[in-house]
Structure formats: C-alpha cells, structure tokens
C-alpha cells in the first residue's frame, strides 16, 4: 500500500513556475514508477510526465516538453513536477500516481496503468 500527497500547487502569473511535490508513504517506493496527470472540470484526466523507479527513463506530454521536468528522490520517497513557463492552459488540478513497476526502467503513460494516486493539488495560472 502506498499513499500519496501532493502539495505546492497555488496561484501564479502566466510566465512563472511552481514546482509540485508528492510525498510517498512505504518503503518500497524505489521499486514504483511514478506518474504526473492533470484534470479540469468536465474532462478526462491528461498524461503529463512520467518516471521510471530507477529514474532512468522519463516521459513528457508534447505540451509540456521544454516547459516541466519530472525527478525523484527515493532517498526521499518523493517526486517532483518543475512546470517553468506556464500557461493559462496549465490551470488544473494535478495528481500524483504510482504505479507498480517489475523492471526499473519502465514508465507508465495511462491513467489505468498506475495503481494508487494522491488527493490532487490545485494549479492556476492567470494570465
């Protein structure tokens, strides 16, 4: 059982950064890949990066490459959303996900694949 919180979402001007965290519980949180989405009132909830275990493979929606990176520390059982450069598009509501992972270079990049998620942490971007 893993449980996931989010936290660092919040307001910002169109062209800022926020930076999400996701503190895991467990300690096997080395041997899960892990998983950003994001969801708006009304719509299905949207890949936007993921990681493996190892930290060695890593995938990005086409409309947030160049803008947000994903990172883990599992010193720390925590992963990381840097979002530079955001836009008024960005503004939702962002959930962490974890996904049990055989090998450590596997990444998951559907909502289904993963097998626990956070509560979610609000993004807005005003522009």
């Known amino acids: 059982q893993v449980q996931l919180v989010e936290s660092g979402g919040g307001l910002v001007q169109a062209g800022g950064s926020l930076r999400l965290s996701c503190a895991a519980s467990?300690?096997?949180?080395?041997?899960?890949?892990m998983g950003w989405f994001r969801q708006v009132p009304g719509k299905e909830r949207d890949f936007v990066a993921a990681i493996s275990w190892s930290g060695g493979s890593r995938n990005y929606a086409d409309f947030v490459k160049g803008r947000f990176t994903i990172s883990r520390d599992n010193a720390k059982n925590t992963v990381y959303l840097q979002m530079n450069s955001l836009k008024p598009e960005d503004t939702a509501v962002y959930y962490c996900?974890?996904?049990?992972?055989?090998?450590?270079?596997?990444?998951?990049?559907?909502?289904?694949?993963?097998?626990?998620w956070g509560q979610g942490t609000q993004v807005t971007v005003s522009s």
């Open positions: 996900a974890a996904g049990v992972s055989r090998f450590s270079w596997t990444i998951f990049n559907t909502p289904t694949q993963y097998d626990y």
């Open positions: 467990g300690r096997t949180f080395s041997s899960y890949a």
